[in-house]
């Protein structure tokens, strides 16, 4: 048994991934081996704070930051970009927050109880999405099994959290259905300081920093942070032995979201997933696998000034979004001698919508046509892409090479903005050499592009200011990246190195009274090692840097600075894990960071302090059925940071001269256990 534990904890280190193996829950993965591909499993949220994917992935790679907006439903930061600049997508679907804020980003939208595992492909290699400019993230849920199983989780921990989960699933080997349902809650968390989300706010109003009407009103002062429903139901059928149907519909029902460096808060955040997937195998010489996906992605996101003290002088503001995403795919793959083809087409049509409200009525009408109703007006963004993927393999070396078109129309209903579109190619050549069978490197260069979003081009603010810039041009990414990966008897080491040079970025300019979005050309370039080491059969030891640069080529308009936005500083994770017998198993990981000594100042970002954070965590299973998860997060109660204050987020404003932005500090000390019973 210990000869199969390090296969498989060998095997997930050479993916990257950082979280506690137990070979029970692992199973095969059919992914790219390639050095650029990251592979994360075992992602349930037991020994989180919530089901929260984004705090899920900072804990489990350095190469990913976290966005810390609430106690759910945060956003990441991966080889310094974020927002569309990454390409995430949901067993295939596109999906976006409706909004602009990002209250509600892609990776909100799927609860870490949901996922089987993720794939990380890092850099501009892929042709089958556009729009992957640091990398492209594939999640990929559960899928039901033939046989009956099922399994049920409740978890408890510090300031009130409560989780409750299930998941049934099976059929026959013609049909399988899968039904997963899941319930969270929890107070305010405290920081070190044992501040929670009103002492946070109340803190820099008894500095002088920032303005009392932004702080909760006495009777919603001890509002829970967040009440969260999820429900996903799947139906897999073999039509014959060669073709399938999947069919999913996944639910996500979010109420009272607190968002305490932010005006607003999250009166409700709903979306609706609904997706199908036809797989046909062997058709012929020419078709070794056709798939065809059909899928529609809804969000509802209404943000509001009703819990804050300015509803009491002001009238309640609410900021009402909406977006969809209709989406379609085809793709064909054969083998042709050494040579796997894939040819595929993907149409997305992205319809995003926004309104002002005061007390329920329309901006305008409330304020006697003086301010506008509209923030983003009934956009579409329609896109379709052609892409051809060749796949070679010429003994130790294998080639991955790709070629891409996309044709992007944009287009506003309000009469005086102007729509836009782009035609942009893109491609790239990935080679993987063996050295021997445990050394390998490689190499690659790539070219990808990702087009404004209605935010970036029309967005108007509640004052009837224009803050979009409708004539961006869309970015352009041409980046070398190269690795090496060895594996020794008792190790794995990985190294990857990229060089990017991004033409037209589009930058936030706060010193602008308009039009705030500019393009800029910019250089990131950056590093990440990683591994895992076996002490002895019950000891291993995994461990990851990473680290990130980023320069403006020229500042921006009325700027002198050139620092890049968003950059994180020096990460390091490292974990210790023991395996006392086949049933338990522990961990101690460590979390650090070096300070922020290069930011943007002229935007809103500012110092923070380094950091290191230690977790410890203990799983027991007892009788093969039973699972219990103990652990503490951040054991000496800690105050710090994460999330820096870049204004392209409407974060609280303080009053200072330097008119640095509220941060928003990292919970302290956390104690959680979680029981999962499986049958």
């Given at each position: 048994?210990?000869?199969k534990?390090?296969v498989?904890?060998?095997?997930?280190?050479?993916?990257?991934?950082?979280?506690a193996?137990?070979?029970?829950?692992?199973q095969a993965?059919?992914?790219?081996?390639?050095?650029?591909?990251?592979v994360i499993?075992d992602?349930h949220?037991e020994d989180v704070?919530s089901?929260d994917l984004?705090?899920?992935?900072?804990?489990?790679?350095?190469t990913?930051?976290?966005v810390?907006?609430s106690?759910?439903?945060n956003d990441?930061?991966?080889?310094?970009?974020k927002k569309?600049?990454i390409?995430?997508?949901?067993d295939?679907?596109?999906?976006?927050?409706?909004?602009?804020?990002?209250?509600?980003p892609p990776?909100s939208?799927v609860?870490?109880?949901n996922?089987?595992?993720?794939e990380?492909?890092e850099?501009p290699?892929?042709?089958e999405d556009?729009?992957?400019?640091s990398a492209?993230v594939k999640?990929?849920t559960?899928q039901p099994?033939?046989?009956?199983?099922?399994d049920?989780?409740?978890g408890l921990?510090?300031?009130g959290?409560?989780k409750?989960?299930?998941?049934?699933s099976?059929g026959?080997d013609?049909?399988?259905v899968?039904v997963?349902?899941?319930?969270e809650?929890?107070d305010?968390?405290?920081?070190?300081?044992?501040n929670d989300?009103?002492?946070q706010?109340q803190?820099e109003?008894d500095?002088?920093k920032?303005?009392?009407k932004v702080?909760y009103?006495d009777?919603?002062?001890?509002l829970?942070?967040?009440?969260?429903?999820?429900?996903?139901a799947?139906l897999?059928?073999?039509?014959t032995?060669?073709?399938?149907?999947?069919?999913?519909?996944t639910?996500?029902?979010s109420?009272?979201?607190?968002?305490p460096s932010?005006?607003?808060?999250?009166i409700?955040d709903?979306?609706?997933l609904y997706n199908m997937?036809?797989?046909?195998?062997?058709?012929?010489?020419?078709?070794?696998e056709?798939?065809v996906?059909?899928?529609?992605s809804e969000v509802?996101?209404?943000?509001s000034?009703?819990?804050?003290n300015?509803a009491?002088?002001m009238?309640?503001s609410t900021?009402k979004l909406?977006?969809?995403v209709?989406?379609a795919?085809i793709k064909?793959?054969?083998?042709l001698d050494?040579?796997?083809?894939?040819v595929?087409?993907?149409?997305?049509l992205?319809n995003?919508?926004?309104?002002?409200y005061l007390?329920g009525?329309?901006?305008?009408?409330?304020?006697?046509?003086?301010k506008?109703f509209?923030?983003?007006?009934?956009v579409?963004?329609k896109n379709?892409?052609l892409y051809?993927?060749?796949?070679v393999?010429m003994?130790?070396?294998?080639l991955?090479?790709?070629?891409?078109?996309?044709t992007?129309d944009i287009?506003s209903e309000?009469?005086?903005q102007q729509?836009n579109d782009?035609d942009?190619v893109t491609?790239?050549l990935?080679a993987?050499?063996?050295l021997?069978?445990?050394?390998?490197?490689?190499g690659?260069?790539?070219?990808s592009?990702?087009?404004p979003?209605?935010?970036?081009?029309?967005w108007v603010?509640?004052?009837g200011?224009?803050?979009?810039?409708?004539?961006?041009?869309?970015?352009?990414n041409y980046e070398?990246d190269?690795g090496?990966?060895k594996q020794?008897d008792?190790?794995?080491?990985?190294f990857k190195a990229?060089?990017s040079m991004l033409d037209?970025?589009?930058a936030?300019?706060a010193t602008?009274a308009a039009n705030?979005?500019?393009n800029?050309d910019t250089k990131i370039?950056g590093?990440?090692?990683s591994g895992?080491?076996f002490?002895t059969?019950?000891?291993?030891?995994d461990?990851?840097?990473?680290?990130?640069r980023?320069?403006?080529?020229?500042?921006?308009?009325?700027e002198?600075?050139?620092?890049m936005p968003?950059?994180p500083?020096l990460?390091?994770?490292?974990?210790?894990n023991?395996?006392w017998d086949?049933s338990?198993?522990l961990?101690?990981?460590?979390?650090a960071?070096d300070?922020?000594?290069?930011?943007d100042?002229e935007?809103?970002?500012q110092a923070?302090d380094?950091y290191?954070?230690?977790?410890?965590k203990?799983t027991?299973?007892f009788a093969d059925?039973?699972e219990?998860?103990?652990?503490?997060?951040?054991?000496?109660?800690?105050?710090?940071a994460?999330s820096?204050?870049?204004?392209?987020?409407?974060?609280?404003p303080?009053?200072?001269e330097?008119d640095?932005?509220?941060l928003?500090?990292?919970?302290?000390r956390?104690?959680y256990?979680n029981?999962?019973?499986k049958f």
């Open positions: 048994m210990a000869m534990k390090r498989v904890v060998l095997s997930l280190a050479c993916a990257s991934s950082l979280m193996a137990q070979e029970v829950t692992i993965i059919d992914v790219n081996a390639s050095v650029d591909t990251e499993k992602i949220g704070k089901a984004a705090e899920a992935l900072f804990k489990a790679t350095p990913i930051s976290l810390r907006r106690g759910i439903a990441i930061i991966l080889r310094g970009m569309d600049n390409n995430i997508t949901i295939g679907m596109k999906l976006y927050g409706a909004c602009p804020n990002r209250m509600d990776v939208h609860l870490t109880n996922i089987d595992y993720i990380i492909d850099g290699f892929t042709v556009s729009g992957a400019l492209d999640i990929h559960i099994t033939a046989q009956w199983h099922g049920v989780n409740v921990g510090s300031w959290y409560q409750g989960a299930f998941t049934l099976g026959t013609t049909v399988k899968l997963s349902a899941s319930t809650t929890s305010q968390y405290e920081d070190g300081d044992g989300f009103y002492e706010i803190r109003i500095a002088g920032v303005s009392s702080q009103q009777k919603y002062k001890d829970d942070a967040y009440d969260k429903k999820t429900f996903m799947k897999f059928w073999n039509i032995d060669n073709q399938e149907l999947r069919l999913s519909y639910a996500n029902r109420d009272d979201v607190l968002y932010s005006k607003m808060d999250a409700y709903d979306s609706d997937e036809y797989t046909a195998k062997e058709l012929g010489r020419y078709s070794k056709l798939y996906q059909l899928y529609r509802e996101h209404p943000m000034t009703v819990y804050r300015m009491l002088m009238g309640d900021h909406t977006t969809q209709d989406g795919r064909n793959s054969f083998d050494a040579h796997t083809v894939t595929g087409a993907d149409y997305t992205r995003w919508d926004g309104a002002y007390n009525v329309p901006l305008d009408e409330a304020s006697g046509g003086t506008p509209h923030s983003i007006y009934d579409d963004t379709i892409g051809l993927r060749d796949q393999s003994g130790a070396l294998s991955d090479m790709g070629l891409r078109y996309d992007t287009e309000y009469a005086t729509d782009y942009e491609g790239y990935l993987t050499y063996h021997d069978p445990t050394l390998k490197i490689y690659g260069f790539g070219r592009s990702r087009v979003d209605a935010k970036e081009l029309y603010g509640s004052k200011n224009e803050i979009g810039t409708p004539d961006l041009d869309n970015t352009i070398f190269m090496v990966q020794f008792s190790a794995t080491v990985k990229f060089y037209n970025f589009i936030y300019n602008k705030n979005y500019e800029v370039y590093f990440e090692l895992s080491y002490a059969d019950a000891l291993y030891f461990y990851g840097i990473a680290y990130q980023g320069k403006k080529d020229d500042p921006l308009e009325g002198t600075g050139t620092d968003e950059i500083p990460k390091l994770n490292l974990a210790a023991y395996d086949e338990l198993n961990r101690a990981e460590m979390i960071s300070k922020w000594s290069d930011y100042e935007n809103g970002e923070l380094g290191a954070v230690f977790n410890l203990a027991k299973t059925h039973f219990v998860t103990i652990g503490v997060d951040n054991i000496f109660d800690k105050t710090y994460v820096n204050t870049y204004k392209d987020l409407i974060l609280l303080t009053n200072t330097d640095t932005i509220m928003m500090n990292e919970p302290g956390y104690f256990t029981l999962r019973y």
